[in-house]
């Protein structure tokens, strides 16, 4: 049987030849080429995005945000880096990967017992107006995870109608920012920033302290990850928790701030999940969180918590259907396969799908 190996903290992280870790030589290759000369075709000046995605008055920049770098990454196999390319030490923006770290710490807080229930509505544990009566209040935690809450309200002077009908499940499909009769909520996926911003306020409410804090010290500093990266939230997303002023962060970068981070620790945060939350012997989160945020929603068999999946082998064909991801726009993935022991990693990456295709190939033992 396999020890499974732990790299250490910082740089600390041990390269191996991809023939010792069962990948050959060649598909890596191709792989590696792949990845960096398919780079996505978004501007350097990422701020631009929101004004062409986005009508006035909500095509603003309200958080900080930083120029793109180039397409990099790193492939993690038995816990070894077999293969980088391009600058992956580099802070970037994550987009939509931050979902993921959101769902992290909605389990850290189930783990602690700090949400009891994840079926029991938010309003039970949340009282701060956002889940009243008649329809917010039967929201569950369960729905804002698997995005199926049909929040309604505004949230930092954006209103959830902007992103209703950005993406339904497969029986619906209708202009982004148009209205709509909401369902009742659970019955329903939507791919929806303003409600995941709002699982992001109502996480804070329940730690009660702000959420990179309670990352860094819960996952990030455990799993020997650096202290580079960075998490903000809008300029106006300040709100009062236990009679202090706390910034709220997002679950991406839709109006700017977010999670910047490198690849490295991208790829620690994907190591732990295929360690099924445990370090080096610590338990950092709960098997039975994991297998509920991988578990497929019932209205979208390719998302559970806040994490795609690929049980119906769509999002990645050539990876096993076990393989789950953390999806950011721009091809910023972490791509974590458990039936092969493997961790990828894309930065502004165009082609993901194609990039796991290699990798997964060129696997011989």
Not at 333 to 361: G, Q
Request: hydrophobic share 40%.
């Amino acid at each position: 049987m396999r020890q499974v190996y732990y790299p250490g903290s910082g740089d600390a992280w041990e390269r191996r030849s991809p023939g010792s870790v069962g990948i050959g030589d060649e598909a890596l290759r191709e792989a590696v080429e792949l990845a960096g000369t398919h780079e996505t075709p978004w501007p350097r000046d990422l701020a631009r995005l929101i004004g062409q995605v986005e009508k006035a008055p909500y095509n603003r920049v309200l958080g900080p945000m930083k120029a793109r770098g180039e397409a990099s990454g790193l492939v993690v196999r038995h816990g070894y880096i077999a293969a980088e390319w391009g600058h992956p030490q580099t802070l970037d923006m994550t987009f939509s990967a931050a979902k993921s770290y959101l769902a992290t710490l909605a389990g850290l807080a189930w783990d602690a017992g700090r949400i009891r229930d994840l079926h029991e509505p938010v309003c039970s544990s949340v009282d701060d107006g956002g889940f009243d009566p008649p329809h917010n209040s039967k929201i569950i935690w369960h729905h804002l995870l698997q995005q199926t809450s049909e929040w309604e309200g505004t949230l930092f002077g954006i209103p959830d109608l902007v992103d209703r009908n950005r993406s339904l499940g497969p029986d619906l499909g209708v202009q982004k920012g148009t209205d709509r009769e909401l369902r009742d909520p659970g019955t329903l996926w939507e791919y929806n920033d303003v409600r995941v911003n709002r699982l992001g306020l109502a996480l804070l409410r329940i730690w009660g302290e702000p959420l990179p804090a309670v990352l860094k010290r819960e996952v990030m500093r455990p799993i020997g990850a650096s202290d580079s990266w960075t998490w903000y939230g809008y300029r106006n997303s300040w709100v009062d928790v236990n009679e202090q002023r706390m910034q709220s962060v997002p679950g991406g970068s839709h109006w700017g701030g977010g999670l910047c981070i490198n690849s490295f620790d991208q790829a620690r945060f994907g190591y732990l999940h295929l360690r099924r939350g445990e370090w080096e012997g610590k338990q950092i989160l709960s098997p039975a969180w994991i297998e509920r945020a991988t578990a497929p929603c019932d209205h979208n068999s390719g998302y559970g918590y806040m994490w795609w999946l690929n049980a119906d082998r769509q999002l990645y064909p050539a990876a096993s259907a076990a393989t789950f991801a953390a999806q950011g726009a721009g091809g910023n993935n972490v791509v974590i396969d458990p039936e092969r022991d493997l961790v990828v990693v894309t930065r502004w990456c165009a082609d993901v799908p194609a990039v796991i295709e290699r990798i997964v190939a060129g696997i011989t033992s």
